[in-house]
């Protein structure tokens, strides 16, 4: 069966560092969405990809980048990890243009001391 | 930009119904979501509304009125399992913006 999987499932690391986020999906999809989830906050979008090279900023994207070199994988990089990034990540997937509705992964939780 | 309410908290009784409202001001809009999310899981999809009216999928239902910025997710014969946040969210060209999320606590 298709699905998204995201890597590790909890992380803890300390500030500055770098830390990257595995998002895989086997859906075929073109569309691939990075958000973070945070109390009272709800999910916030941080970077999306509409195929493979395409990558765009979202509303919290500072701090953070992807890269699309295929149709699977969207990675998350916190540059230099800072306390304020300590929150619960969640990836996503939609097909094309005509798609509906956003498939989410299980989520990372990320805790930066 | 997007702007989107829903309350904060909800309790009901097992076996009653609950009305969860949705308001949104938008800069684009190419449909209304409800996801459903358990403690410490991923959101799950419930129901999409692109045009105007009700959706009926089961116990769950969705309404939407483009011209008023207005939805809602109605839940019948409320279970146990349905204790769970409920998330509202604007599609604008294929990206969501979600609301914070309402926590609904059903009760035995």
């Known amino acids: 069966d298709a699905e998204i999987t995201q890597s590790p499932r909890h992380k803890i690391t300390e500030t500055g560092r770098q830390v990257t986020l595995a998002c895989h999906q086997t859906?075929?999809?073109?569309?691939m969405f990075w958000y973070r989830q945070d109390l009272g906050h709800g999910l916030r979008l941080i970077h999306y990809?509409?195929?493979?090279?395409?990558?765009n900023k979202g509303e919290v994207s500072d701090g953070y980048s992807v890269s699309r070199s295929n149709t699977e994988d969207l990675p998350l990089t916190l540059e230099s990890a800072a306390s304020s990034q300590t929150s619960v990540y969640f990836c996503?997937?939609?097909?094309?243009?005509?798609?509906?509705?956003?498939?989410f992964g299980p989520g990372t939780r990320l805790t930066v001391l | 930009g997007q702007n989107i309410d829903q309350p904060t908290e909800m309790t009901a009784t097992e076996g009653a119904i609950v009305q969860i409202n949705c308001t949104y001001q938008?800069?684009?809009?190419?449909?209304l979501f409800w996801y459903q999310q358990h403690a410490g899981e991923a959101p799950t999809f419930l129901s999409y509304?692109?045009?105007?009216g009700l959706e009926e999928k089961g116990r769950f239902s969705s309404f939407l009125s483009r011209s008023k910025g207005y939805s809602y997710l109605l839940l019948k014969e409320l279970q146990m399992k349905d204790s769970a946040s409920y998330l509202c969210?604007?599609?604008?060209?294929?990206?969501?913006?979600f609301g914070a999320g309402t926590t609904v606590t059903v009760r035995a």
């Open positions: 969210a604007v599609r604008s060209d294929y990206k969501l913006s």
């Open positions: 859906w075929n999809h073109n569309n």
């Open positions: 990809s509409y195929g493979v090279q395409d990558t």
């Open positions: 509304n692109v045009l105007d």
């Open positions: 996503a997937s939609s097909a094309g243009r005509g798609g509906n509705e956003q498939f």
């Open positions: 938008t800069s684009g809009f190419n449909g």
